[in-house]
């Protein structure tokens, strides 16, 4: 067998265990989903969740700090790595890209960078962040956004493509906690 056998053998391998990963991980009572996580590699924060139907792109290259939530219905390609901090909301129906492809090459490679969101931040539903894109401390995505630059902290940025709409007069929101039992 030669080593590019191999290599598809090996990519196979790993897509079947991230559909094993979204199909199974909607059957875990909510208490027991970030110990699931942690078994194919992810890190995931004390008092945090990750809600029903969300979907995964790749196992591990996935760390959320303390008290933050990801809603139902994500789309979390972590396929270059996202790392979320503590005390984060993202609503329903986000999602967040690592992986594109590059428009201007005739077999359109892959091209991505991972994506940082920052302690504080809340991320509205229906919007899409970006690969490479850093959401610094408390800063607000509005709903629908389309997110493809970094933002600057305590900004709200909303449309497409997300732009500064103004500064948040919170400078350190309270710590949440989202670790409802049986949410969805």
């Not at 875990?28 to 194919?40: A, K, T, V």
């Not at 979390?76 to 428009?103: F, M």
């Not at 900004?155 to 709409?165: C, E, R, S």
């Amino acid at each position: 067998m030669d080593i590019l056998r191999i290599k598809l053998i090996f990519l196979q391998c790993k897509f079947i265990l991230v559909a094993f990963l979204n199909v199974s991980y909607h059957f875990i009572p909510n208490p027991l989903r970030s110990s699931y996580l942690r078994l194919f590699g992810m890190r995931i924060g004390k008092r945090s969740c990750i809600h029903r139907y969300c979907k995964f792109f790749h196992v591990g290259k996935f760390v959320m700090g303390k008290n933050s939530v990801v809603n139902f219905g994500c789309y979390l390609d972590n396929r270059r790595g996202i790392t979320i901090g503590n005390n984060v909301g993202i609503a329903h129906n986000v999602k967040i890209y690592t992986l594109g492809h590059n428009i201007d090459s005739p077999q359109f490679e892959t091209k991505g960078s991972p994506v940082v969101i920052e302690d504080g931040v809340f991320i509205f539903s229906n919007a899409m962040i970006m690969p490479g894109v850093t959401l610094h401390h408390n800063c607000v995505v509005l709903p629908g956004s389309i997110v493809t630059k970094d933002v600057e902290e305590n900004a709200i940025v909303g449309g497409n493509p997300a732009k500064i709409l103004r500064k948040r007069n919170v400078i350190n929101p309270p710590s949440q906690s989202y670790n409802y039992w049986f949410a969805l």
